[in-house]
């Protein structure tokens, strides 16, 4: 069956349901908020030309022009919302970080997360505008991730329209930067995510209508190996070749991977002399390191340093470094009490969302490094990121709205503890 099929019969099933809820019968789950879906429901033609006005603007990471154009409509939006907006310098990165707040009359502070760059050049947005076909919507960040601003707009305002103001405080980050690695905004996610109780991140809802309750961290890797040159078909015992060194290294430290724990060991570049008749006197190998857990690259870092001395040719030196990048979102207890009420949630509607991991790091890991309780993965449906085919699936517009809203209303009523 193809997708679309299957998200044709997922909105019918949400559909008996909710007739056979409002019948009274029996089911394990809670009962759907009516009021709530059907606003949901409501919502979707203004969501969609609200996604069509941000995707038909440029906004890839360092084009100022159209960040500016996002953000300030976003700033707008917010406002009507009775949010007040602050914007600040994104440096090193360009634009500006939008944060917008709303104030409530409960205890909860809950900081929601998404961002408005993309990986499209100027002139996509030209090239392939905005449009529908069937029950998808195409265009350049659809789904990553203006797909994730528009449901947290329309959440808040579903809560208003709720007349649900149990919280303290509800934040919203729009981050610039995202798909660089949020140079210019990891210190306020760090800020931010301190002073929530919880941090829901908006990227795209996976393929498979699922949340993210994982990620890996991040740590670069490089082996440095000295020897000494010589003419390889003279002199070669004179040389200490610091190539196939190099190669023993990488072979041996490729093994501090570990399958069980999910950490993976990568080299991928690998440097080392000029001319193939000359013994080389240095190299340069580099690899990609990642786990869910941050006492792995401990482990990884000791284990480097431990192999380095186990050298195949003598008169080599070896050193070796371990960078660490963004931290890991660890799938921890608390994480999945949390992911446990989201569920919940979604199965008010008779749905399931997949809980799934990512080996690829966002600004979730950050929130969560900082000790936040952080899950992502809150936005809209979609798939084919980053790609000419990137799409976002418009009936999951109205399921995701309601999950987003009662999340919030939910650990707005039970709190998350810290
Ligand atoms: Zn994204």
Request: hydrophobic share 45%; with cysteine.
């Amino acid at each position: 069956m193809d997708r679309a099929a299957r998200h044709k019969m997922m909105h019918c099933g949400v559909a008996i349901t909710v007739a056979l809820a409002f019948q009274g019968a029996a089911l394990a789950a809670a009962p759907v908020n009516q009021d709530l879906f059907a606003r949901a429901t409501q919502a979707r033609p203004e969501v969609t030309s609200l996604l069509e006005r941000l995707v038909n603007i440029d906004s890839g990471t360092g084009s100022e022009k159209g960040l500016d154009q996002v953000g300030a409509i976003v700033a707008a939006e917010a406002k009507k919302l009775g949010m007040r907006v602050d914007f600040s310098s994104a440096a090193p990165a360009v634009g500006h970080n939008l944060v917008a707040t709303l104030s409530g009359t409960g205890t909860a502070r809950i900081l929601l997360m998404a961002h408005m760059d993309t990986v499209f050049a100027d002139g996509t947005a030209a090239a392939r505008p905005f449009r529908i076909q069937g029950e998808r919507a195409y265009g350049p960040g659809v789904m990553d991730d203006k797909g994730g601003i528009v449901i947290a707009l329309y959440a808040i305002r579903l809560l208003q329209q709720m007349q649900f103001t149990n919280f303290k405080q509800i934040t919203l980050l729009v981050n610039t930067n995202e798909e660089t690695s949020s140079k210019g905004t990891v210190k306020l996610i760090a800020a931010l995510a301190q002073q929530h109780d919880v941090t829901l991140n908006l990227e795209p809802g996976r393929v498979a209508d699922g949340l993210v309750v994982w990620r890996k961290g991040t740590a670069d890797l490089q082996i440095d190996v000295k020897g000494k040159s010589a003419h390889a078909g003279v002199a070669p015992e004179a040389g200490r070749n610091a190539a196939m060194e190099a190669a023993h290294q990488m072979l041996q430290m490729a093994t501090l991977g570990d399958d069980a724990k999910k950490t993976t060991v990568n080299f991928t570049v690998f440097h080392a002399g000029e001319r193939s008749n000359v013994i080389p006197n240095a190299a340069l190998v580099r690899g990609d390191m990642r786990a869910t857990d941050a006492a792995e690259f401990d482990r990884v870092e000791q284990g480097m340093a431990r192999m380095a001395e186990k050298k195949q040719i003598a008169g080599t030196e070896v050193s070796t470094r371990l960078v660490r990048g963004m931290p890991p979102m660890p799938a921890t207890p608390r994480t999945a009490a949390l992911a446990a009420r989201a569920q919940a949630i979604y199965g008010e509607l008779g749905m399931k969302l997949t809980m799934e991991g990512s080996g690829g790091a966002a600004d979730a890991n950050f929130a969560s490094g900082a000790g936040a309780a952080t899950l992502d993965g809150f936005g809209i449906v979609g798939g084919a990121i980053h790609t000419e085919d990137e799409y976002a699936e418009l009936n999951s517009i109205a399921p995701r709205l309601y999950l987003l809203t009662r999340m919030i209303m939910d650990v707005s009523t039970t709190p998350v503890p810290r």
